[in-house]
């Protein structure tokens, strides 16, 4: 079993939709979770940043954390255009290096 | 902003060339690091550097090895280059040795083809 679960997609949503892009994990010592985002022919770049668990919100995007599932959310409301990319999880234990989800594709078609 | 420059963003090299990609940052960070990014496999970490002249492997050294002889700048040198080593190299560097939860930053890649 991969330490990191993500759904590479693609997924293809229409214009205003919610969309829920997931990674579940297996290592129990993950503390800190980050998503990323990366649009076509660019290097990722930090979307949103949690320590342990619960909810963080920023503008349209919300982040969830579930340790006790082992699972984590990345939760986009009013989606647009713009947010078409692929989307990285990341974890880490704190003093070890990042490990990343494959990514997941995302389309928002206007 | 923080910039990280890669020096090429598209190379082809032949089998068994020696190959260098070179990857600078302009912030004064601590920790700088190399991925390979392939479909279907994702972000994978080759080696990081948390000093000068210091490295460390990751999940998939083989084949690689690297170097940090100033601050800024953190090289991955490909011995012989093989097929099997086409791929996105990434670079990103990051503000405090060794908290690894601190952001990366990344550069725009390399999109490298042996033959």
């Known amino acids: 079993q991969k330490e990191v679960e993500q759904d590479p997609g693609p997924l293809s949503v229409p214009e205003g939709a919610i969309v829920s892009l997931n990674c579940t994990y297996s290592?129990?010592?993950?503390?800190?979770f980050m998503w990323y985002r990366q649009y076509s022919r660019k290097g990722p770049e930090l979307l949103m940043y949690?320590?342990?668990?619960g909810n963080k919100e920023d503008g349209r995007f919300t982040a969830q954390v579930d340790k006790s599932s082992k699972y984590i959310s990345l939760f986009i409301r009013d989606s647009q255009p713009s947010d078409s990319a692929t989307y990285l999880c990341?974890?880490?234990?704190?003093?070890?290096?990042?490990?990343f989800g494959k990514g997941t594709r995302l389309s928002v078609i206007a | 902003d923080v910039k990280v420059t890669q020096s090429s963003r598209y190379l082809v090299k032949r089998t068994g060339e020696k190959v260098f990609l070179e990857c600078v940052q302009d912030?004064?960070?601590?920790?700088m690091f190399w991925y390979r990014q392939d479909p279907g496999l994702g972000l994978r970490l080759i080696y990081f550097?948390?000093?000068?002249?210091?490295?460390e492997k990751g999940d998939i050294p083989e084949g690689y090895s690297v170097s940090r002889e100033k601050k800024e700048r953190f090289s991955l040198i490909l011995e012989s280059a093989s097929t099997n080593q086409t791929s996105m190299y990434l670079c990103?560097?990051?503000?405090?040795?060794?908290?690894?939860?601190?952001?990366?930053?990344f550069g725009p890649g390399t999109r490298l083809t042996v033959l």
């Open positions: 912030m004064d960070h601590e920790n």
């Open positions: 990341a974890m880490s234990e704190g003093n070890t290096p990042l490990v």
């Open positions: 990103a560097s990051s503000l405090m040795a060794g908290a690894s939860t601190d952001t990366q930053y």
């Open positions: 550097s948390y000093d000068v002249k210091m490295k």
């Open positions: 949690t320590y342990s668990s």
């Open positions: 290592n129990s010592a993950f503390q800190y």
